[in-house]
């Protein structure tokens, strides 16, 4: 694998950098939204799509149910997302190295699929079913992620470059810990979206193997003096998001099941469940993120180091009132004169 490139092989507008950090707030909007028409069960609170953005202002107050408002605020969200996300892909072909506008292009590309995706859940949701909707939200996870990519590479590389066995290693374990990221993510859609008995199994058992991986590459980093400066702060993230993601995990795995009820059964979850599994939700996406993030930080090309010169400038001779050839003069006598004593 090579090494990623670097902002100083054609500079980087700064704004780009802050527009990119502005669309992955806007997507940290959105993720929770999406969460909120799960927990709610608000998918299909309105099965017309696609709609305008300013659909909730025209429509009458009588049909403004919850569950409605929220379904239509997430769509509201997605289309902020979709147009920071077309500002960023124009922006990254204006003055940008040709990679990032490939990358910008390929954010933009994401957002408009997992936004056609999200449509055909509610178009096609008697067909597929709830599986659609999983699809939707794991998918959805992947793009926040591309997203925070977006925003590492545009920032200003690092200073310090790691060795190359550090950085497949670092490299390889990072890439560990977002795939099993990834396939816990998938367990827990297919705990919320779905009745199907092994969701919960799976999704426990994937929990412990998510804090194996992240310990074990906090670990890996912390032994090593250059990992620790060049990723130390990435992991530090990601170990707190995993901590607080536990316990999360635990309070809505006890509000779930605490009472050994069948799923389809369960009531309508109180105001402070739907908080702990929305957070639970935005939290896991998170974790993806901080881990795709380690890995660019980790195969990241430093920023080339400054050229230092041999000798004194001219305009430094000019200063001490010598010539440049009096001072090669003056050295090479001295020279002379140390030897012959």
Do not use: N
Not at 113 to 133: K, N, S, T
Not at 268 to 291: D, K, N
């Amino acid at each position: 694998m090579k090494d990623m490139p670097h902002a100083a092989d054609k500079p980087v507008p700064r704004w780009l950098h802050y527009w990119a950090i502005l669309t992955v707030a806007a997507a940290v909007v959105l993720l929770p939204l999406g969460a909120l028409v799960t927990t709610l069960r608000a998918g299909m609170a309105d099965p017309v799509w696609p709609t305008t953005p300013w659909y909730l202002v025209v429509t009458p107050w009588r049909e403004l149910r919850l569950d409605f408002l929220i379904e239509h605020s997430h769509r509201l969200a997605a289309y902020v997302v979709g147009c920071c996300a077309i500002v960023l892909a124009a922006g990254s072909w204006l003055r940008s190295p040709r990679w990032l506008s490939w990358l910008g292009t390929s954010a933009l590309l994401a957002v408009i699929a997992q936004g056609v995706l999200g449509g055909y859940r509610v178009l096609l949701d008697r067909l597929f079913g709830p599986e659609m909707a999983a699809a939707h939200g794991v998918f959805g996870a992947l793009v926040f992620s591309l997203l925070v990519g977006v925003a590492v590479l545009t920032g200003r590389p690092p200073a310090e470059a790691l060795d190359d066995a550090e950085r497949r290693r670092f490299t390889r374990l990072a890439l560990l810990v977002a795939a099993v990221v990834l396939v816990q993510l998938a367990f827990g859609a297919l705990l919320r979206h779905t009745y199907r008995r092994i969701g919960p199994r799976l999704h426990l058992l994937g929990a412990f193997a998510v804090l194996a991986a992240a310990v074990w590459l906090a670990v890996a980093v912390r032994e090593s003096p250059s990992a620790r400066r060049r990723l130390g702060r990435s992991v530090s993230v990601l170990l707190l998001f995993v901590a607080v993601q536990l316990a999360l995990g635990v309070e809505a795995w006890l509000s779930k099941f605490a009472q050994g009820m069948f799923l389809e059964l369960q009531p309508a979850p109180t105001l402070g469940q739907v908080a702990v599994r929305t957070a639970h939700f935005l939290l896991g996406s998170c974790i993806l993120a901080a881990s795709v993030a380690t890995i660019l930080l980790a195969r990241r090309s430093p920023a080339p180091a400054a050229d230092t010169p041999a000798g004194p400038a001219p305009w430094q001779a000019r200063t001490l009132g010598t010539a440049p050839t009096a001072v090669t003069t003056a050295t090479s006598t001295g020279t002379q004169l140390e030897g012959t004593a």
